[in-house]
Nanobody
Framework: QVQLVESGGGLVQTGGSLRLSCAASGRSFSSYTMAWYRQAPGKEREFVAV????????RYADSVKGRFTISRDNPENVVYLQMNSLKPEDTGVYYCAAAPLGWGTNLPNSYDYWGQGTQVTVSS
């Protein structure tokens, strides 16, 4: 069983930066593929970024490529999402998700564990 707790959200102006953190409890964090999703009001949850359990391979949604960076600190059981050059369309609740030995897909039902989310609001 893994529990995930996100933090770092907030209100920022267009062009600003935020770093989200997701702290994981439980053992074997290094064997979990970790992902970030977001959900804007009235929209479906969408994939943002993923980092594989093996070797730190990453993948991003086209809408955030070049602006967001996902990383992980296995000894500390934390995954990060550095968000730069933020836009109003990045506004939403950001969720952390985990999949044991996951393949790194962008399908939400591939992930077994989810956090409660952290709100990110980008003002224009």
């Amino acid at each position: 069983q893994v529990q995930l707790v996100e933090s770092g959200g907030g209100l920022v102006q267009t062009g600003g930066s935020l770093r989200l953190s997701c702290a994981a409890s439980g053992r074997s964090f290094s064997s979990y593929t970790m992902a970030w999703y977001r959900q804007a009001p009235g929209k479906e949850r969408e994939f943002v970024a993923v980092i594989m359990w093996s070797g730190g391979i990453t993948r991003y949604a086209d809408s955030v490529k070049g602006r967001f960076t996902i990383s992980r600190d296995n000894p500390e059981n934390v995954v990060y999402l550095q968000m730069n050059s933020l836009k109003p369309e990045d506004t939403g609740v950001y969720y952390c998700a985990a999949a044991p030995l996951g393949w790194g897909t962008n399908l939400p039902n591939s992930y077994d564990y989810w956090g409660q989310g952290t709100q990110v609001t980008v003002s224009s």
